[in-house]
């Protein structure tokens, strides 16, 4: 398995560029979770989805969109970048919500640079 | 509201001294309770968990956590750091007793002296 992967690695925009940060995974996840770090700030959540097309916000999801269209994949969008948005991307899944000892698996990550 | 609290925001230990980095929850019920670490440049690798039963938790990398509900607290200790524990710490609770929702608390940087 290749567990949770995230495309790109890294990526700079220009203010008002839109992206897709992709995030796939190859372990039959249910649920899985983006969430952006800043420095001094740790992980906040930004989406997250229970199932295929079930999508909810998090703490930041303003300025980013997601959908679930397969159980492997859940891309976040960012339609018009700004400068706030340069943060490092955490994609995680899971099989479940913890109660039979569940646990998020993290990416790699993707750091974004909007000029 | 959840909250995860990290009063420490860096460390600086001697290599072979011991270890204890501070975590303070709030959540009105029993938490799920996590310690991940983030070495420079990389992702997240999870160290261990509480979810219920013995309060003492082992973890990878001769690491422990223990679970005091009286306290709001979940401490992570090691007895003997090495060099390669220099890294980010972070502790999560899971949102709303939800795994797949954490709360991250905003870090610990460990430093190890030689």
């Known amino acids: 398995n290749a567990g949770v992967t995230q495309t790109p690695k890294f990526q700079v925009l220009k203010t008002g560029q839109s992206m897709t940060l992709q995030c796939a995974q190859d372990?039959?996840?249910?649920?899985m979770s983006w969430y952006r770090q800043d420095p001094g700030m740790g992980l906040r959540l930004i989406h997250y989805s229970v199932g295929a097309g079930i999508t909810d916000q998090g703490e930041v999801p303003n300025g980013y969109n997601v959908s679930r269209s397969t159980t492997e994949d859940f891309p976040l969008r960012l339609l018009s970048a700004a400068p706030s948005q340069t943060s490092v991307y955490f994609c995680a899944s899971s099989y479940g919500t913890g109660v039979l000892g569940e646990t998020q698996y993290f990416g790699p990550g993707t750091r974004l640079l909007v000029l | 509201a959840q909250s995860v609290t990290q009063p420490d925001i860096h460390i600086t230990v001697s290599e072979g001294a011991s270890l204890e980095l501070r975590c303070n929850y709030s959540?009105?019920?029993?938490?799920?309770l996590f310690w991940y670490v983030q070495s420079p440049g990389q992702g997240l690798q999870l160290l261990l968990k509480?979810?219920?039963?013995?309060?003492l938790v082992q973890g990878i990398k001769g690491f422990e956590a223990e679970f005091k509900r009286s306290q709001s607290s979940f401490n992570l200790r090691k007895p003997s750091v090495h060099w390669s524990d220099a890294a980010e710490y972070f502790c999560?609770?899971?949102?709303?007793?939800?795994?797949?929702?954490?709360?991250f608390g905003t870090g610990t940087l460990l430093a190890v002296q030689p």
């Open positions: 959540y009105g019920a029993t938490p799920y």
């Open positions: 509480y979810f219920s039963g013995d309060t």
């Open positions: 372990m039959n996840h249910e649920y």
């Open positions: 999560a609770v899971g949102a709303g007793g939800a795994t797949n929702k954490l709360i």
